[in-house]
């Protein structure tokens, strides 16, 4: 790595830093109780071993780590594993600067100009609001770190095409197989992967699609070997199954294009956040959703058409469609959305914004275009990295997060059930019995606020968290 190179991976290093600061100390949230506090299963490796087989086993280890050679108190592990979730960002965030580089290069652009638009995407990428889910909230950490494995196997991946020697070239694809079986082992939704690695062996200088499907090969017998994985375990077997209970493909097709504008309008461009948005489940056109549908493939129709004009917008649309693929198109969710589900999918839409902000006139001095240029990309992170400092405040406790979260989603009474939990937890009963009563108010057949409600009245702790 070069002087320029050094210092734009201090660059994203320091930015990094300077807008999670606040997160660190924040309390464990939600799903972080039941997945890591309250989970002997990840305190100690003899424990983690003795679950085996099970789901998401490299994840899991990552928390047995952080638990076992942290201090043992709550508070000290809340920050190493945040500090962690931060190190799996910044890395992530390097990797998106240096493949981006290549990519982009492959894509038409010359040397520096991919240089310059893959630096300012890795700062999007950093800085917006939308990754604090990844990052902040300790059990978005399965996002990040698949996040990682998969871009290390992306990066191998890159290097099979231009690998001098035919023994290079195995060695290239056999660090991709254990990169994407690693990915994998921390979340499911991974086998995405193959997808990505034709699409960046397809932008490779002379590559045909013939070409592309014979260097992505072994990443395609991984997939079939992991689904063989997935029927022989019972806990993938039950993970699976309760997915598919959820609500129909065709219903889930329908639902998820609200998802999808929610994820690519408000959370994307708009900067929203939520940790529960109150998304509508749907088993039939309507006009509305109609309208979505024709503007979202709208533009995705117009992204692939600029594939030999402006290939590096195609390479972005297609590298978010194929990384919101995994949660956000058939297979259904509990949840229609979260802004998780964009971690790397962003990188994708930040290319395609970086690109035009870094361009520059061949053989003309535009001094006052550069101006203009410096200026729309400093506003673009002063206000992302604004809203990542307000977003992760939210964190500081379970009370502010869900508070937070009913403001943006006053009508779910799942919301209200949560802040009631974290109002009785931390002692303000009045508090609670407001939210538990919204909770009920808004939902009256669900047992959990009612019950919650009454464990208020006499004196003793929540017990039914959603």
Same mark, same amino acid.
């Given at each position: 790595m070069n002087l320029a190179g050094a210092l734009r991976a201090a660059v994203l290093l320091a930015a990094a830093l300077a807008v999670y600061a606040n997160a660190l100390p924040a309390s464990f949230q939600f799903d972080d109780w039941n997945t890591i506090v309250d989970n002997p299963r990840v305190h100690a490796w003899s424990a983690w071993w003795a679950s085996m087989p099970g789901i998401r086993p490299l994840l899991k280890a990552t928390w047995v780590a952080n638990w076992t050679l942290a201090p043992d108190t709550l508070a000290a592990r809340t920050i190493a594993m945040r500090a962690t979730n931060l190190a799996l960002h910044v890395a992530n965030a390097w990797l998106v600067l240096a493949l981006g580089a290549r990519w982009l290069a492959a894509c038409g652009l010359d040397a520096a100009h991919a240089r310059r638009a893959a630096f300012v995407a890795a700062l999007i990428? @950093?800085?917006?609001? *939308?990754? /604090?889910?990844?990052? /902040?909230?300790? &059990?978005?950490? &399965? @996002? &990040?770190?698949?996040?990682? *494995?998969?871009?290390? #196997?992306? #990066? %191998?991946?890159?290097?099979?095409?231009? %690998?001098? /020697?035919? #023994?290079?070239?195995?060695m290239a694809q056999g660090v991709a197989v254990i990169a994407f079986v690693a990915a994998l082992a921390v979340k499911e939704h991974a086998w995405t992967l193959p997808l990505a690695a034709w699409l960046v062996a397809r932008i490779a200088p002379g590559a045909t699609a013939r070409r592309a499907w014979r260097d992505t090969a072994p990443l395609w017998a991984v997939t079939v070997a992991a689904l063989a994985v997935v029927f022989a375990t019972p806990d993938y077997w039950r993970l699976l199954g309760n997915a598919l209970a959820t609500r129909s493909l065709g219903s889930n097709l329908l639902t998820q294009i609200d998802g999808q504008w929610y994820l690519l309008v408000r959370v994307a461009l708009g900067l929203h956040t939520n940790l529960d948005p109150d998304l509508p489940v749907h088993a039939a056109w309507s006009a509305p959703l109609l309208a979505k549908a024709t503007v979202l493939a709208l533009s995705f129709a117009a992204a692939l058409v600029q594939w030999r004009r402006r290939c590096w917008v195609a390479f972005g649309a297609l590298w978010c469609a194929i990384h919101l693929a995994a949660t956000n198109t058939v297979l259904p969710r509990l949840d229609v959305a979260n802004d998780r589900q964009l971690y790397l999918a962003l990188a994708g839409l930040a290319w395609i914004v970086a690109v035009p902000l870094t361009a520059r006139t061949p053989g003309r001095d535009d001094g006052v275009g550069r101006v203009v240029s410096a200026a729309a990309i400093a506003l673009l992170c002063v206000v992302a990295a604004a809203a990542t400092v307000r977003r992760n405040a939210d964190y500081a406790t379970e009370v502010t997060l869900w508070s937070a979260t009913a403001v943006a989603s006053p009508y779910k009474p799942r919301v209200w059930n949560n802040l009631g939990f974290a109002w009785h937890a931390a002692g303000d009963l009045d508090a609670a019995r407001r939210a538990y009563d919204r909770a009920i108010a808004l939902d009256p057949d669900d047992p959990r606020p009612r019950i919650n409600r009454a464990l208020v009245d006499a004196g003793e702790a929540p017990s039914l968290r959603q």
């Open positions: 990428f @950093v800085l917006h609001p *939308a990754q /604090t889910e990844a990052v /902040t909230w300790i &059990s978005g950490r &399965s @996002v &990040s770190l698949m996040a990682l *494995a998969m871009l290390l #196997a992306l #990066a %191998a991946q890159t290097a099979v095409g231009t %690998a001098p /020697t035919p #023994a290079r070239r195995r």
